[in-house]
């Protein structure tokens, strides 16, 4: 299938050329921004495994992460502030781990529960947080961050979709494992869906991780913009014949 052959190309072409990307590792823009690329890199190296190994249950729910880190570069690479609502989102998140961890018994959360400056790492957190809202940069749903990024009708159709397939809901559980025939069904474990069939996955995460490299490079300015042009190019042919 061109359009796997191409991903699989895609991806070790971006391992190749990310040796050329010199950042400032104390700009948090700047990390965060690579840190993302690496994740839109290994999560297509992921996907096309998956397809080639007949593990394709997995499938949409990387192709899910994969939208939602995309999401995230394009919004850095378009807000050079936007770093700040990650910073946001990040304390969040820990500020509810360690009130969990402080609340009841959690065989999970036992070795938080139990480090000396619990309380300290909360007041911490809170206080950054408190200081990142107060400068405006609150920690963003999912939905206000496809619609930063001008992706609101991804997020009303894709996204829909796929978290229902990260749910494991009935439409994913037909999907999955349902054969319908005339009168009657099957229930099939590792059903063969066709390479075709994956298709609506491998087509744009090729567009994600080229736009995500055109970005990076010509932000860096890594020399290698041309070798990326000439990637999309190929791709947009690839592109033509589906």
């Known amino acids: 299938m061109e359009i796997l052959e191409f991903v699989k190309r895609l991806h070790d072409e971006c391992i190749h050329h990310s040796e050329h990307i010199v950042f400032d590792k104390k700009h948090s823009r700047h990390l965060y921004w690579v840190a993302l690329y690496g994740t839109l890199i290994e999560m297509a190296g992921s996907l096309t495994t998956l397809i080639e190994w007949n593990q394709r249950t997995g499938v949409p729910t990387i192709y899910r992460s994969i939208l939602e880190a995309y999401v995230e570069l394009k919004n850095l690479h378009e807000n050079s502030e936007y770093a700040y609502h990650m910073d946001a989102s990040y304390h969040c998140q820990w500020i509810k781990v360690f009130k ?3 609340k009841k018994p ?9 480090i000396e400056n619990l309380d300290e790492n909360l007041q911490k957190s809170e206080q950054e947080l408190t200081e990142l809202k107060k400068k405006g940069y609150s920690p963003l ?3 206000q961050r496809f619609e930063r990024a001008g992706m609101v009708d991804e997020y009303r159709s894709l996204y829909n979709f796929l978290s229902n397939d990260a749910h494991s809901n009935i439409q994913a559980l037909v999907s999955r494992h349902l054969e319908i025939h005339e009168n009657d069904f099957t229930v099939v474990y590792y059903k063969d869906n066709p390479l075709g069939y994956f298709l609506k996955y491998l087509n744009p995460v090729a567009g994600f991780l080229t736009d995500a490299s055109m970005r990076i490079h010509g932000f860096f300015k890594t020399g290698s913009i041309g070798e990326i042009e000439r990637l999309r190019q190929e791709l947009n042919e690839i592109q033509s014949h589906y």
């Open 100 to 102: 969990e961890a402080k």
């Open 141 to 143: 749903n999912v939905f």
């Open 106 to 114: 959690n065989p999970y959360l036992k070795s938080i529960s139990v």
